[in-house]
Structures are given as C-alpha cells and as structure tokens.
C-alpha cells in the first residue's frame, strides 16, 4: 500500500480552470470508485470537497469537479478564486478496508 | 450541527504511548450510517489515515501501524479514542479525529480542529 501520486504543486490565475491529477494503481484509484478530494487551508482541519469520484457534498461550490480515468483520478477546480489557494489531498479505497492519501498538492492562485 | 473535539497530551516521552480521545457533540455516534476514524499529519506533510473504528467496536487500521494503534469506541460517552504505542519522534503529528460516511473507507465528511501531539523527552 504506497501513497498515491499527486504533483507538489499547481497554479492559475484567477478566473482560470486548473486540474491536479492523483495517480494510483489497479488495487485502489482503478480498482474503486472510492476517490475524495481535500481542501485544507494553513493551521484548519481538511474540508472534503469531492467524493465518490465525483460527488459534491452539500455546501461545495460546483466549480470543483471530480473524475476518474484509469488508475488517475483528477481534480478541476473552475473559475478559480483567492479563496482556492489551499493544499488538495485525495485519497482512495485500496481494499482490505484501507485508506491511503495522496501526497497533497499546493494550489496557488496568481 | 455535529462536533467533533480531540483532546489528550500534547507531549508524550518516546517508547511510550500516545493516548487520544475523540468527543461527539451534535449527533450519533452509535448510527448505523457512520465510522470514525482517526488521521494525522506530520508537520509540514501529508496526511495520514490511522484506522477507523465502527460503533459496534469493529475496528480497521493502516498496515503499518497496525501492530501499534490501537482504536476503541465508548457510545456511552459519544468518545472514540487512539491508542498508539512505543512512539517516536517520527510520531509527532497534528492528529485529527473524523467521521466517515456510509463504509469504513468512507468519505471524511467531518473533521474535529486537530491536536498536535510531540513525542520529545
């Protein structure tokens, strides 16, 4: 059970879409369709933005969008705002009861 | 609106055990629809998914800490609780408790703010 793959870092400017990419394998993000996203901001707990690939959870903004190909699943956030400039995890079921989490990504809005 | 509040020391001498409690306000934690779980991050890293307890008492844990952490639930004080044994510094962390939604390896819907915990003589 490794860690998924997510790039350290993304950026746009404001208005703009961005994507970030989690990268797995054929035991969790391929296997599953149990990827969610995380929103966390400096010193605040997570916020879960996406799940279940892409479902929103009520209260998040449909400008996050979730999808799923292969073992990559992706997070796009459009119409980027200030407010987006945050770290993004996803994390995945990897059977056997287990949860594993991507590395995280730091979005910065320009 | 559900709470949810991690409380316990935030220093903890190295060999010996981590020991963190999670309060549930605003809600059930003995419904059938949720789990609770524990996750934690080192400073300045990613996130890491401890294990996560049903309130039945059946509990799932990541392999590698599986031989240390140790999840119970107390539906009669709405508390779910960590234990972790003979800690490292490489245990230092800010812990959070959280629920899951609808599976063990649910979606993380709700997020206590986080303890940090420092393992240091």
């Known amino acids: 059970q490794s860690a998924l793959t997510q790039p350290p870092s993304a950026s746009g400017s404001p208005g703009q879409s961005v994507t970030i990419s989690c990268t797995g394998t054929s035991s969790d993000v391929g296997r599953y369709n149990y990827v969610s996203w995380y929103q966390q901001h400096p010193g605040k707990a997570p916020k879960l933005m996406i799940y279940?690939?892409?479902k929103w959870p009520s209260g998040v903004p449909d400008r996050f969008s979730g999808s799923k190909s292969g073992n990559t699943a992706s997070l796009t956030v459009s119409g980027l705002q200030a407010e987006d400039e945050a770290d993004y995890y996803c994390?995945?079921?990897?059977?056997?009861?287990?949860?594993?989490f991507g590395g995280g990504t730091k979005l910065t809005v320009l | 609106q559900l709470r949810l509040q991690e409380s316990g020391p935030g220093l903890v001498k190295p060999s010996e055990t981590l020991s963190l409690t999670c309060t549930v306000s605003?809600?059930?934690?003995?419904?059938?629809?949720?789990?609770w779980g524990w996750i934690r991050q080192p400073p300045g890293k990613g996130l890491e998914w401890i294990g996560t307890?049903?309130?039945?008492?059946?509990?799932y844990y990541n392999p590698p800490l599986n031989s240390r952490a140790t999840i119970s639930v107390d539906t009669s004080k709405t508390q779910f609780s960590l234990r972790l044994s003979s800690v490292t510094a490489a245990d230092t962390a800010v812990y959070y408790c959280?629920?899951?939604?609808?599976?063990?390896?649910?979606?993380?819907?709700?997020w206590g703010q986080g303890t940090l915990v420092t393992v240091s003589s």
């Open positions: 307890v049903y309130y039945t008492g059946a509990t």
């Open positions: 605003g809600g059930s934690i003995s419904s059938s629809t949720y789990f």
């Open positions: 994390s995945a079921y990897a059977g056997s009861y287990t949860v594993v």
């Open positions: 279940e690939v892409s």
């Open positions: 959280a629920r899951l939604l609808g599976a063990a390896w649910g979606p993380l819907d709700y």
